[in-house]
T-cell receptor
Framework: DTAVSQTPKYLVTQMGNDKSIKCEQN?????MYWYKQDSKKFLKIMFS???????INETVPNRFSPKSPDKAHLNLHINSLELGDSAVYFC????????????FGPGTRLTVL | GENVEQHPSTLSVQEGDSAVIKCTYS??????FPWYKQELGKRPQLIID?????GEKKDQRIAVTLNKTAKHFSLHITETQPEDSAVYFC???????????FGSGTRLSIRP
């Protein structure tokens, strides 16, 4: 009965590699997000999708490409990984964008060596 | 642009005492103010929220106050307990931009 799930939980990889993180929500929400939380715990929005359409792209490098095959899934693909990409990436979903609770996934800890 | 400032960045209080975390926001059009709690190694979870038509809201030991004129809002935790130790994030909802902006977080430690 998990509400928002992400895989994998941990990801360790070399610089220059390409990796993907998957996210699924079973809450029937229309909006999904990707957040990046760095080592200082800052929680910064990267992307937001509403009904499979991109509505927010917060000047994230184009090495990051989100994909929403349907409104229950939002995946994040990262090309040419860099050391600075190391962080915890959280997926989240909500019924409304700026006016309601966001439900976060468990996070994916990405370490780039 | 949209900005949410949060203070203090760290806070240590004696168990049983009160803790207060303060936030300010920049866009007067913001109308939704949630607070999230993130325990170590866990996901952020909503603990309380307030909308712009209300000045105060309480839920057991936690309360949030909102001053729209000053663009301030605060989280108050009374009778703190060890399980209150966590990072707390304030946020402001911007309908015009369809997003919520988070503050920088406050690491709250409860001393036994």
């Amino acid at each position: 009965d998990t509400a928002v799930s992400q895989t994998p939980k941990y990801l360790v990889t070399q610089m220059g590699n390409d990796k993907s993180i998957k996210c699924e929500q079973n809450l029937g929400h229309d909006t999904m997000y990707w957040y990046k939380q760095d080592s200082k715990k800052f929680l910064k929005i990267m992307f937001s999708y509403n009904n499979k359409e991109l509505i927010i792209n917060e000047t994230v490098p184009n090495r990051f490409s989100p994909k929403s095959p349907d409104k229950a899934h939002l995946n994040l693909h990262i090309n040419s990984l860099e050391l600075g990409d190391s962080a915890v990436y959280f997926c989240a979903s909500s019924q409304e964008t700026a006016w309601g609770e966001q439900f976060f996934g468990p996070g994916t800890r990405l370490t780039v060596l | 642009g949209e900005n949410v400032e949060q203070h203090p960045s760290t806070l240590s209080v004696q168990e049983g005492d009160s803790a207060v975390i303060k936030c300010t926001y920049s866009d007067s059009a913001s109308n939704y103010f949630p607070w999230y709690k993130q325990e170590l190694g866990k996901r952020p979870q909503l603990i309380i929220d307030i909308r712009s038509n209300v000045g105060e809201k309480k839920d057991q030991r936690i309360a949030v106050t909102l001053n729209k004129t000053a663009k301030h809002f605060s989280l108050h935790i009374t009778e703190t307990q060890p399980e209150d130790s966590a990072v707390y994030f304030c946020a402001a909802g911007y309908s015009s931009a369809s997003k919520i902006i988070f503050g920088s977080g406050t690491r709250l430690s409860i001393r036994p």
